[in-house]
């Protein structure tokens, strides 16, 4: 009984020795989680500029919802004639002539050409204004293929009134009217609206007034009973 026992310790102290043998192999054969998730690159979006786009080495872009501007400076005393500016419904090319390119890509989304505009300023930059043909999205980058920002990260304009269109912006101003006038204790634009129209059929009718005038003192004031 002694030497049976004896012989299975041993062969259990054998067959941990293998395990740990095998255990040793395959950690150093498969590389940890962290080493497999710090080896291998992360594309992270960067942060925009304060024009909602990004600073590159040879120009920098910026956007609204309506329109994407493009400055590309160039060597001081440069003259609009050796400029080269093609500007298409999804591409875009910008350099000197006998030259590289300076840009030459395409959008990241479409523009509307005939609202599209450039300009050389003060013989060092040429300035690019294109209208976005989508006018509710932000461009993460301003070539496809290009870096990226994080649109999460920008920082849009307040709306301005003359930036809105005709019915939204009446909208608007009939609701801050009625705003002011109600912190006031005014009559609203409805109310006013009903007023005026009421004075003008008295007085084209001026042989009812004298009844609306009786009807007002038998019935109370809407108003005052709200």
């Known amino acids: 009984m002694a030497i049976l026992s004896d012989y299975q310790e041993e062969n259990q102290e054998q067959t941990m020795e293998i395990i740990e043998k095998e255990q040793d192999n395959s950690s150093t054969l498969a590389p940890k989680e962290e080493e497999i998730s710090s080896s291998t690159p992360k594309e992270e979006k960067l942060k925009p500029n304060k024009s909602n786009g990004l600073d590159m080495e040879n120009y920098s872009w910026g956007q609204s919802l309506q329109e994407v501007t493009i400055n590309v400076p160039v060597p001081p005393g440069t003259k609009s004639r050796f400029i080269i ?3 298409k419904a999804n591409t875009l090319k910008v350099g000197l002539k ?6 030459d890509g395409e959008y990241f989304k479409g ?7 450039w300009s050389l300023e003060d013989e060092k930059e040429i300035s690019i204004l294109l209208t976005k043909q989508n006018k509710t999205d932000w461009w993460k980058s301003l070539f496809k293929g290009g870096e990226e920002i994080d649109t999460q990260k920008v920082e849009p ?10 019915e939204t912006r009446a909208a608007v101003e009939k609701m ?3 705003q ?3 912190q006031m204790g005014l009559p609203s ?3 006013i609206k009903n007023q005026d129209m009421l004075k003008q059929f008295m007085e084209q009718n001026p042989h009812m007034a004298k009844n609306f005038g009786n009807a007002n003192m038998m ?3 809407s108003r005052m009973m709200g």
Do not use: G, H
């Not at 523009?111 to 505009?117: A, L, N, P, S, T």
């Open 85 to 87: 500016v093609e500007i």
């Open 98 to 103: 006998n030259q590289p390119l300076i840009l």
């Open 111 to 117: 523009v509307k050409v005939d609202e599209c505009y």
């Open 157 to 166: 304009e307040p709306s301005k009134l003359s930036d809105l269109d005709t």
């Open 176 to 178: 801050m009217f009625d």
């Open 180 to 182: 002011r006038q109600k």
């Open 189 to 191: 634009s409805e109310e």
């Open 219 to 221: 019935m109370p004031n």
